[in-house]
């Protein structure tokens, strides 16, 4: 069974392209990184040897409008380091095949200097010809898990889930444990699939959140306030699991290891400075969670019960707002990879 | 002013999804003469070198099903011809970024032999970079224009199309000639795209119809009836122009030879069996139309009056069934070209 669910689509009001401020600002403070990573590791005249075609991919790259920021970031690096103006630029826009690609494809930057292509699927398989990726982007997208590990919701397993919706908060270790490994398993695909896609010396730079998702729990809450009050049963609760794993460090490079065809040029936990924290701003901040997570709580709930949840999440916006300033880092995993 | 209005989205009872049978026809018409083009003029060895990867594009492929089977049959015929196991197929789907890439991607066939993608925007212009792409193909679209030449809404115009919605029964030779001279402008931006972007010794094929579109005489009576009743102004009529013009093997000839760039390896007219003639199956042939025309009805006359103006014409059942067997045989025209 598959968990995926696209970023509500669209431009309505909690459509992802007007909701994705907390992905911008990861991708903000990961634009310094990928500039000097670049500059660092990319060898383009070794990589393309006679042709001048420079292939880009940003996976999992939803509707826009944060990728359209990175890819257009990217090309213009790249441009910089070789004032090459025969140098051509093809994007490959990915993300699963119920992503949203009209919005996308209509929201692209008249004024781009790339020929644009959509590829739908998911990148825990094969994306493109073998050896035909010189840079592959990826910016909050791996820490989605491709199913819910079924151990969360077996009774009789130590790692049900009883009550809560994802592992942040969770006594039980099993369950952060369940979580791991169906990372690790996630990974491996990932990274079988770019080792074949990406050419020999060509980058991959990854960007995951790391924290700020234990605000999950707040969600969880107003489902449990529901069961309190009769109106969900607390079976569709333990049943339910936020398909989410915010990697470590560690975590990343346990993978990287295994698959072996990649060197860790970088990899470092940042903590950039979020708008939302400064302000306090609980509101956006849920809002911007709901365009992410309202597909997920539909599916499993219906749409009622997820729009009773999200609107009684907003009602306790006091107390998160408190909660972000006591303990709300905007935090962020950066790696960057070279294809041996 | 662009005149573009994509077919039917989506898979409802008038979708393209479900009425594109006369574009089947021509393709299994084209099928046999395409295959044999490929086997006589593709030298996959000289055009590839050492690359194992083989780009293709369907331009103007609308959302399917006609295009999967077609780029399956490009598929197919090189991998039989070459007998190359490491051979990857990359195929570029292309349309404008208003066609319904979402019902494009949802109807991928899983068992597709290639990696697909997505690439939105007008074939008048460039879409891919410089030398990338070995075969370009395209059946029944190079027939729209990009726009509707002005003479043709001047009311003191030789060229002015009163009363009528395309040149066809026009008796007005300037009508015609505003297409023409409109259709030769389109195949010039065409054929310079194309000729920066196809590799040397790379194919292309065109499928165009070329009869039978004077039923849409059938639509500007259904239309002009409305005038008569008063239900609709007649102006709105005289401003109306179908922006299709069916070429001819010498209009084809023309531009090829004005563009310098590709040899004609095959040009031919056909006369494929047509199972709608056959039956006079005119309610089908009908709802085929609506389904290719309806958008660009629905924007110049409002979704009323283009929903009546179909139900009218396929009331004329009788009359077009024994027009289509006395007149209409399905043509068209089938060219193969190779970068020189």
């Known amino acids: ?125 094969r994306l493109f010809p073998s050896r035909s990726i010189h840079f592959a982007h990826c910016s909050c997208a791996i820490h989605w898990l491709s199913k819910i590990p ?46 074949e896609e990406i050419v020999q010396g060509g980058m991959m730079v990854l960007v995951s959140p790391f924290s700020g998702w234990d605000s999950l729990n707040f969600f969880g809450s107003s489902l449990m306030d529901l069961v309190n009050e009769g109106m969900l049963d607390e079976s569709l609760v333990d049943s339910f699991n936020v398909p989410i794993y915010f990697p470590s460090p560690d975590d990343i490079t346990k993978v990287v290891e295994k698959n072996g065809c990649f060197s860790i040029e970088k990899i470092e936990l940042t903590y950039p400075q979020s708008k939302l924290v400064d302000e306090a701003d609980a509101k956006t901040f849920i809002i911007n969670l709901r365009a992410t997570l309202e597909g997920l709580f539909t599916n499993h709930f219906g749409s009622k019960i997820a729009e009773e949840a999200f609107t009684r999440t907003i009602l306790k916006n006091e107390e998160i707002s408190a909660w972000m300033q006591m303990n709300y880092k905007t935090c962020q995993l950066f790696i960057a990879l070279k294809r041996k």
């Open 150 to 195: 079924k151990e969360l919701l077996d009774k009789n397993s130590p790692a049900w889930n009883k009550g809560l919706i994802h592992y942040a908060g969770a006594s039980n270790v099993e369950i952060v444990n369940a979580y791991v490994v169906q990372f690790e398993k996630d990974m491996e695909m990932f990274f079988n699939a770019r080792a």
């Open 1 to 125: 069974m598959s968990t995926f669910f696209p970023m509500n689509n669209g431009d309505a009001v909690y459509s992802y392209s007007r909701n994705s401020q907390i992905q911008r600002e990861l991708l903000d403070g990961a634009k310094e990184m990928m500039e000097e990573s670049i500059i660092k590791n990319l060898d383009i005249k070794n990589i393309l040897s006679s042709s001048n075609k420079f292939h880009i991919t940003d996976l999992g790259c939803s509707i826009g409008p944060n990728t359209f920021t990175s890819m257009q970031h990217v090309v213009q690096v790249v441009k910089e380091k070789y004032h090459d103006n025969n140098l051509e630029f093809q994007v490959f826009f990915n993300d699963h095949v119920t992503n949203d690609f009209n919005t996308l494809f209509r929201s692209l930057p008249v004024d781009r200097s790339y020929y644009a292509s959509g590829v739908p699927g998911s990148f825990h398989g």
